[in-house]
């Protein structure tokens, strides 16, 4: 069983820069695909960025490309996304997930219990 816990969430103003991490536990990291998703209030849960096993591909909603980076470090066993130009439409709580594979990443088996980011106009 997977265990992802998200920090670096948190209130900015717009065109500023965040940093999520998110820390996983209780598997072997690098089997797993990774993912960011978000939900707004009132809306459904979104994917935001996807990344493959090895990190070697990197996957991302149109919404953020050019603006949102996804990394991982397997030594670690973390994953991050890097959000510049945040805009606040760009306020949701995020959340780390995890998959198998990439193949499956807007499926995720495992979630973390998310963190909030607050892009102030």
């Known amino acids: 069983q997977v265990q992802l816990v998200e920090s670096g969430g948190g209130l900015v103003q717009a065109g500023g820069s965040l940093r999520l991490s998110c820390a996983a536990s209780?598997?072997?990291?690098?089997?797993?695909?990774m993912g960011w998703f978000r939900q707004a209030p009132g809306k459904e849960r979104d994917f935001v960025a996807g990344?493959?096993?090895?990190?070697?591909?990197?996957y991302y909603a149109d919404s953020v490309k050019g603006r949102f980076t996804i990394s991982r470090d397997n030594a670690k066993n973390t994953v991050s996304l890097q959000m510049n130009s945040l805009k606040p439409e760009d306020t949701a709580d995020y959340y780390c997930?995890?998959?198998?594979?990439?193949?499956?990443?807007?499926?995720?088996?495992?979630w973390g219990q998310g963190t909030q980011v607050t892009v102030s106009s």
């Open positions: 997930a995890g998959s198998s594979t990439v193949a499956t990443i807007h499926s995720p088996r495992y």
């Open positions: 209780g598997g072997t990291f690098s089997y797993y695909a």
């Open positions: 990344i493959s096993e090895s990190g070697g591909r990197q």
